[in-house]
C-alpha cells in the first residue's frame, strides 16, 4: 500500500500523560500537513512541513504540542500533558509539488484523554 | 467565524438520481477548492478540485461548480450509488503567502450523504 499510513490508530491515554504519533507520508511527497478533527466538524489545520522545515503553525498549535520531521520522510507529533479537550482524531497529509492543494489523508489517529 | 460553509448537515437521496452538495463560502483569497469523501474510521479521500479561475471541472460522475460571485460552490454526483454514502466535505485553500498561510486547507463541517437502493 503506497498511501498515508498513521500509527498508532488508537491511543487512549490519562490525563497529564504524554503521547507521540508517527505518520509516514507518499514516498515521494515532500509537504506533510497534520490536523485535528473534533466531533462534527471539519479537520482543522495545525501544522505543515516542507521537507524537514516547518514552515506554519496554526494557533491551534499550543506550547504542548510538537511536530518534527527530521529527515524529511515520516513525521512525529508529540502532545505533552495531556488535557481532555485534546480527545480527537489527529489527521495527517501528504502533498507533492504543483499539486500542492491536494492533498492525500491518512486513516488517523484517534486519541481519548481520560 | 467559519470561512467555508456546509448549511445542510445531511442529506438523503434515492440510488440512480442526483445528489446535490452545497458550500459557501466567505473568504475572496481561496485559489482551489476539493471534495473530500470520508467514511467512518478512515480518512478524508480526495475526490475533486477546482481552480478559482474556473467554473466547472467534471471527473467521471461527480462535478464541481463554482460560482466565484456568489461564493458558492457544488458538488453533483450522477448516477448515486449506494457506495457513495458518506461524509462530504468542501475544502478551501488560501492562496499561499496570503496572510502567512503555506497553503493549508480549511474545510466545512461536512454533509452526511444517504443514498437509498
Known amino acids: 500500500d503506497t498511501g498515508v499510513s498513521q500509527n498508532p490508530r488508537h491511543k487512549i491515554t490519562k490525563r497529564g500523560q504524554n503521547v507521540t504519533f508517527r505518520c509516514d507520508p507518499i514516498s515521494e511527497h515532500n509537504r506533510l500537513y497534520w490536523y485535528r478533527q473534533t466531533l462534527g466538524q471539519g479537520p482543522e489545520f495545525l501544522t505543515y512541513f516542507q521537507n524537514e522545515a516547518q514552515l506554519e503553525k496554526s494557533r491551534l498549535l499550543s506550547d504542548r504540542f510538537s511536530a518534527e520531521r527530521p529527515k524529511g520522510s515520516f513525521s512525529t507529533l508529540e502532545i505533552q500533558r495531556t488535557e481532555q479537550g485534546d480527545s480527537a482524531m489527529y489527521l495527517c497529509?501528504?502533498?507533492?509539488?504543483?499539486?500542492?492543494?491536494?492533498?492525500?489523508f491518512g486513516p488517523g489517529t484517534r486519541l481519548t484523554v481520560l | 467565524d467559519q470561512q467555508v460553509k456546509q448549511n445542510s448537515p445531511s442529506l438523503s437521496v434515492q440510488e440512480g438520481r442526483i445528489s446535490i452538495l452545497n458550500c459557501d463560502y466567505t473568504n475572496s483569497m481561496f485559489d482551489y477548492f476539493l471534495w473530500y469523501k470520508k467514511y467512518p474510521a478512515e480518512g478524508p479521500t480526495f475526490l475533486i478540485s477546482i481552480s478559482s479561475i474556473k467554473d466547472k471541472n467534471e471527473d467521471g460522475r461527480f462535478t464541481v461548480f463554482l460560482n466565484k460571485s456568489a461564493k458558492h460552490l457544488s458538488l453533483h454526483i450522477v448516477p448515486s450509488q449506494p457506495g457513495d454514502s458518506a461524509v462530504y466535505f468542501c475544502a478551501a485553500r488560501l492562496a499561499p503567502n496570503y496572510g502567512g498561510s503555506q497553503g493549508n486547507l480549511i474545510f466545512g463541517k461536512g454533509t452526511k450523504l444517504s443514498v437509498k437502493p
Open positions: 497529509a501528504s502533498s507533492f509539488g504543483s499539486l500542492v492543494h491536494e492533498q492525500f
